[in-house]
Every structure is written in C-alpha cells, then in structure tokens.
C-alpha cells in the first residue's frame, strides 16, 4: 500500500471517530436534564405533575403517582415509543420546572389558556372539563351568581381561581386560595369558606370518597369548557411533536376514548 493511501485510510479514519464523538455529544446534550435512555434503549422522559388531584393524579397507598391523567401519558409514551419517569413537583412550582427544563413535559389536568400559552407551549388537547361548585348540603347556592357575596376557596394559580377572581375581584379577600384542591375544599368543609370551585372530575372524585360530609355540587352555564394539554417549555418543539404523535395515535386507536370515555377532537 502506498504511503499516501495509507495517510488517506488514517484521515478517513480519524474523520469517522470524531464524526462519531460529535454524535455521541450531541446524543448526550440531548437527553440530559432528562431521563436519558433506559434498558429497553427507548429514551426516558420525566414528567412533572401535581400529585393531589384524584382522580386525574394523586399518590396510591404504596406512594406510587397513579391516575387517569397518568394511564394517558402511559399510553402516549407506549404509542410513541418513550419511557416515562414521575417526578411530583405540587402545582405552582411545576410551572418553572418545566421552564428551566428540571422535566421534559408535564402532566397535571392542566387546561390550555391564551395566558399560559404566551409562556409555554401545549399539546393536542386530550381531555375536556368544566368548573363546578362544591357546597355545603343545605346551602342555598344554586349558580355562580350568587357566590358574588360568599367566601369560596380554590385551587391557587387554577382556572378555577381565575373565574372566582374576575367574580369577586383579583385581590378579593373572600377568596381562600389553597395549596392543593383537597385543602381548599377542607377549607370549605371546616366553615372557612362558603363554596369551592375546581375542575368537574376532582369535585366529583371528592363527593363520592366522601360521602360522610354533606355536600352538594352546583353547576352553571356560564363556564366554559376547558381543555387539558400536556405541557411543554416554550420552542421545545421536538417533544411537543412526539407527545402529539403519541395522542394522534391513542386519538386513532381508541386507547384515549377507553381510558377517559370522552370525545375530544
Ligand atoms: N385545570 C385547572 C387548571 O389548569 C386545574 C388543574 C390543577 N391540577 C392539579 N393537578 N392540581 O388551572
């Protein structure tokens, strides 16, 4: 072989290793800050969520991170062909985790808004929802009207707590704004406040886990339907395409409709 061929293979060569080292960096930059790969070699995502929402998420007895939100997740993942982790952040602080990239997505009931849309960026919508009162049984509630003059808690930093501001005013202080939607409803059990507003299905879930306290739900026309997406960091475009080839795929197969028994388009 000739000098020059052999000189040539060398260059090729080297060329290739570090073709090779740039790909594994970037492999790398990639999955770090999230998961990274798991032993099936499918790639591990983490996923935020607010694990007090029964029954969208909430902690099993074993401390598991369990619900209807999370068997849809599993199923995007399953569908798109990634793993997923459970990381429980509790609510507010979800929303910086996902902007400084501590998860890759989250997970948490959350209903997509024009205002959060200006600061994140949201999957198809795979769930629909509405606000819905939660009163005392002998209460003399009966729409949203007429909370005007009541103390109602909520859920903080919710589209709940949203509806209730622009009723008795941003910084009304007969607003009992909570942690956590089963605290802000035991506000209204123990007589701090006089209603509770939330998403349907938790309000619901509540009722029925506790039939010892006698409540009541209210509904009213005048709330709009609210649609849940999974929630990304702003411009994370490549995650946002797998999460809404996942949901195409549990929208087309029936996976979504068996898990949550709605029709969202
Ligand atoms: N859907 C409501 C919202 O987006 C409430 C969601 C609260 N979720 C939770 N896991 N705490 O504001």
Redo the contacts with the bound molecule.
């Keep these: 072989m000739g000098k020059s061929v052999k000189r040539l293979m060398i260059g090729i060569a080297l060329v290739c290793t570090s073709i090779f080292l740039i790909g594994c960096g970037a492999e790398s930059s990639k999955t770090s800050g999230s998961g990274g790969d798991d032993t099936s070699g499918k790639r591990k995502l983490v996923v935020g969520?607010?694990?007090?929402?029964a029954p969208?998420?909430f902690m099993d007895e074993k401390g598991n991170i369990v619900g209807i939100?999370i068997d849809i997740v599993n199923a995007i993942a399953e569908a798109a062909g990634f793993e997923v982790e459970y990381k429980n952040y509790g609510?507010d602080p979800l929303f910086p985790a996902v902007d400084n990239g501590e998860v890759d997505f989250a997970v948490?009931?959350?209903?997509i808004?024009e205002e959060r849309e200006k600061s994140f960026d949201f999957s198809d919508p795979y769930f629909v929802?509405n606000q819905l009162i939660l009163v005392p049984e002998d209460s003399d509630v009966e729409s949203f009207d007429d909370l005007a003059d009541k103390r109602v808690s909520v859920?903080i930093?919710?589209?709940?707590?949203?509806v209730v501001q622009d009723l008795l005013g941003k910084t009304s202080s007969k607003i009992v704004a909570a942690e956590?939607?089963p605290l802000a409803i035991t506000e209204m059990v123990n007589g701090n406040a006089d209603a509770s507003v939330?998403?349907n299905a938790?309000i619901i879930e509540y009722q029925t886990q506790n039939p010892n306290v006698k409540l009541k739900t209210v509904e009213d026309d005048s709330f709009e339907k609210?649609y849940?997406g999974l929630m990304v960091k702003k411009g994370n475009q490549e995650i946002l395409d797998l999460l809404n080839d996942g949901i195409e795929k549990i929208k087309a197969n029936g996976k979504l409709k068996e898990i949550t028994d709605q029709d969202v388009e």
Excluded: L, N, R
Aim: charged share 20%; hydrophobic share 25%; proline share 0%.
């Design positions: 969520t607010d694990a007090t929402y969208m998420e939100d609510w948490s009931s959350i209903t808004t929802a859920q930093s919710t589209t709940g707590h949203k956590t939607m939330g998403d938790v609210e849940y």
